[in-house]
C-alpha cells in the first residue's frame, strides 16, 4: 500500500514537473511576445495581437476535463498513447500554456509604461529590453504567478487521473470512490495537501527575497 | 548639436500637439523649454531621440538627419542622447551601481566599475551605490538617474521636470548637479519644466512654448523683458507691482513712467542718481527688484519721472547706459 502511495506521488510529482517546465518554457516567450506585441502601434501587430489574444481566450475557456477529450488525436500522435503519466502531460502542458502567457504578461503590464520608452532611449535592442528589464523587473511576479500555475496544475494532473493518467488523482478515485477506502482518499488528499502547501511556501519566500 | 527643422505633430487627425517647431541647440548650453501643462512639452521632448515621431519634419543630430535612421542606426544616435524622466525609471531589480552601469553593459564595454564609481562620485552618490532604488529619496533616485544618463558621455542630455516632485532644498541641490554635469562634462543640457525658478537657475536660454507654437526662444534674461512688456503675463505673474497704481499714474499722464532693466555689468553703477543729477530731474521709484539669473544679476526698476524740459536728453542719455529701457504708455499695463 504504503509503496503504491509512493508510486501515485512519484507519478503526481513527475507530472506536475514536466507540464509545468513546458508551460513555463513556451508560456513566458508567448507571454513576451504578446506584451511586445500589444505595445506596438502598427496594425499588423494588432491584428497578431487579436488573433493570439483570441486563441488564449479559448484555451482557457475549455474545461479542463473537455480539453483533455479533444486532444485524444494530439496526444496519440506525441505520446503513443492515451493513458499514462506522458500522455496527461501532453493535455496538462497545452492547458497550461496559455494560461502561464496571460499570467506573464500581465506581470509585464504591471511594470511602468515607461519602461519600454527608458529602454528604447537607452538604444537598448528587443533582445536587451527582455533580458534587462522585462524579465529581471517582473521575476518576483513570474515565480508567484508559476506558483499560481503549478498548484493549478497539481489539481489538474487529478482529474487527469480520472482518465487514466495515474497519480494521486487516479488513486483516490480508484481506491477512495469506487472501492469505498476511506483511509487512502485520506491519505492521497493529504498527500495533496501538502505538496500543494510546500509549493505556496517555496514560491511565496522565493518571490519576496527577490521583491527589492 | 541637435536641430529640428518645421516639426509637426498630430495625436490624432485633429489633435495637432506640435506646430512648426524649428530652433537648434546651441554647444553645451542649458536651454530651458517651458509652458503650461498641456503645452506639449513631454512630446516634443520625446520627438528629440524619436521615443515619439513626429507627423512632418526633419529632425538632425550633429548634421545627420536621424528621422531617416534605419533601427540599428536610430538605436547607436539614440545612446547619444539620453533622458532623465520624470518618474526617474530606475529599475528596481538593480542597485544604485547597477542602474549606472546598466546603459555602459548594453555596449559590452570593459572597465564599467571605474567609470561608474567616478561618475556615482560625481553625483555625490559613492556612498548608497549598493542600495537597492527602492530604499532611496527622491533626491538620490533623481541623482541615480543622472549619473545613468551621463555615464555613457552622451551629447545631449534631455531632464524631463526634474524637480517637479522635490522639495525646495532638494530641487536646488539637483540644479546644482546639473549645472556642475553641463559644466564639467559639457553636454548640452535641454531641461523640460513649468517651473520659472528652475529657468532663473540653470538655463542660458529659453524657449517657451504655447499650445505647440514656440512663442518666445532666446537668452533667458530676454524673456524676462519680454515677459514684462505683457508678451507672457498668462504665465508669469509679477505679484510685487502695484499695477493700479501705475495705471492711475499712466492714465493721469503728469509724469513719465520708465521700465528699466540692469543685467550684467549695468547693475553696478549708479547710472540714474548720476543722470537725474545732470539733467536735475526728479524720479521716483515705483518698483525695484534684482533678482539672479543664472549668478547674473538682473534688475528691474519702475520710475516715475516729473515732466521737465530736459527729459528728452535724459531719456536719450539713460537708454545707451542701461540694458533696456522703455516708456510706459497707458491702456497697457
Ligand atoms: N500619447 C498621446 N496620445 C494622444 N494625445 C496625447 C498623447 N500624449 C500627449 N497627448 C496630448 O498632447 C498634448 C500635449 O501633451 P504633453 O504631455 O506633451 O504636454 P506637456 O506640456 O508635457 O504637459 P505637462 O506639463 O502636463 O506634462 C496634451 O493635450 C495631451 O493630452
Ligand atoms: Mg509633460
Redesign the interface.
Known amino acids: 500500500m504504503i509503496e503504491e502511495l509512493l508510486k501515485a506521488t512519484i507519478e503526481t510529482l513527475y507530472m506536475t514537473f514536466f507540464s509545468t517546465l513546458i508551460a513555463f518554457m513556451a508560456g513566458l516567450p508567448l507571454g513576451i511576445l504578446l506584451y511586445l506585441l500589444s505595445k506596438k502601434k502598427d496594425h499588423a501587430s494588432k491584428i497578431i495581437y487579436t488573433f493570439f489574444d483570441f486563441i488564449i481566450n479559448i484555451f482557457r475557456s475549455i474545461p479542463f476535463i473537455i480539453l483533455i477529450i479533444l486532444l485524444i488525436p494530439l496526444t496519440k500522435l506525441i505520446a503513443g498513447t492515451i493513458i499514462g503519466a506522458n500522455s496527461a502531460i501532453v493535455s496538462l502542458s497545452i492547458a497550461a500554456i496559455p494560461f502561464m502567457a496571460r499570467l506573464c504578461e500581465n506581470s509585464f503590464n504591471s511594470l511602468?509604461h515607461?519602461?519600454l520608452?527608458?529602454a528604447?532611449?537607452?538604444?537598448?535592442?528587443t533582445w536587451?529590453l527582455i533580458t534587462?528589464?522585462l524579465i529581471?523587473?517582473s521575476?518576483p511576479e513570474i515565480i508567484s504567478n508559476t506558483t499560481i500555475l503549478i498548484i493549478n496544475l497539481i489539481t489538474y494532473t487529478a482529474i487527469a487521473g480520472a482518465v487514466g493518467a495515474g497519480g494521486l488523482g487516479a488513486m483516490a478515485i480508484n481506491y477512495g470512490y469506487q472501492r469505498f477506502r476511506a483511509d487512502i482518499l485520506l491519505y492521497t488528499v493529504s498527500i495533496l495537501v501538502i505538496i500543494t502547501q510546500l509549493v505556496q511556501f517555496a514560491g511565496t519566500l522565493l518571490s519576496k527575497r527577490?521583491r527589492? | 548639436m541637435l536641430r529640428l527643422e518645421d516639426v509637426n505633430l498630430f495625436y490624432q487627425k485633429n489633435n495637432h500637439v506640435l506646430k512648426n517647431i524649428s530652433f537648434e541647440t546651441q554647444k553645451e548650453e542649458i536651454l530651458g523649454i517651458i509652458g503650461l501643462s498641456g503645452a506639449g512639452k513631454s512630446s516634443l521632448l520625446?520627438t528629440f531621440?524619436l521615443?515619439q515621431r513626429p507627423s512632418s519634419g526633419k529632425i538632425f543630430l550633429d548634421n545627420i538627419l536621424i528621422t531617416d535612421l534605419k533601427k540599428k542606426e536610430l538605436?547607436?544616435?539614440?545612446?547619444q542622447?539620453?533622458?532623465v524622466?520624470q518618474?526617474y525609471?530606475l529599475?528596481?531589480?538593480?542597485t544604485v551601481f547597477e542602474n549606472v552601469a546598466?546603459?555602459l553593459?548594453?555596449e559590452h564595454q570593459k572597465f564599467i566599475e571605474p567609470t561608474v564609481l567616478n561618475v556615482l562620485e560625481k553625483v555625490g552618490l559613492s556612498h548608497r551605490k549598493d542600495a537597492?532604488?527602492?530604499q532611496l529619496s527622491g533626491g538620490e533616485k533623481q541623482r541615480t538617474a543622472i549619473a545613468r544618463a551621463v555615464v555613457t558621455n552622451p551629447k545631449i542630455l534631455l531632464l524631463d521636470e526634474p524637480t517637479s516632485a522635490l522639495d525646495p532644498k532638494t530641487t536646488e541641490k539637483i540644479l546644482d548637479l546639473v549645472l556642475y554635469v553641463n559644466k564639467e562634462l559639457g553636454i548640452t543640457t535641454i531641461v523640460v519644466t513649468h517651473e520659472m525658478e528652475v529657468i532663473k537657475r540653470i538655463c542660458d536660454r529659453v524657449l517657451y512654448l504655447k499650445d505647440g507654437t514656440i512663442k518666445f526662444l532666446g537668452q533667458t534674461h530676454r524673456l524676462f523683458i519680454e515677459k514684462d512688456s505683457q508678451i507672457l503675463e498668462d504665465f508669469y505673474e509679477e505679484i510685487n507691482i502695484d499695477k493700479e497704481l501705475i495705471n492711475q499714474k499712466l492714465e493721469k499722464k503728469e509724469s513719465h513712467l520708465l521700465r528699466i532693466v540692469f543685467w550684467g555689468s549695468s547693475t553696478h553703477c549708479p547710472v540714474i542718481s548720476t543722470l537725474s543729477l545732470k539733467y536735475s530731474v526728479t524720479s521716483n521709484i515705483l518698483y525695484g527688484k534684482i533678482e539672479h539669473l543664472k549668478n547674473n544679476p538682473y534688475g528691474t526698476l519702475i520710475l516715475e519721472i516729473s515732466e521737465n524740459p530736459n527729459y528728452s536728453d535724459f531719456l536719450n542719455e539713460l537708454k545707451k547706459n542701461v540694458y533696456f529701457c522703455e516708456e510706459l504708455t497707458g491702456g497697457g499695463k
Open positions: 511602468s515607461e519602461m520608452d527608458t528604447s532611449s537607452m538604444g537598448m535592442t536587451q534587462k528589464v529581471p523587473e521575476l527577490l527589492r | 520625446k531621440n521615443l538605436r547607436q544616435v539614440r545612446k542622447i539620453s533622458v524622466f518618474n525609471n529599475l528596481n531589480s538593480r546598466l546603459a553593459e548594453l537597492y532604488i527602492s
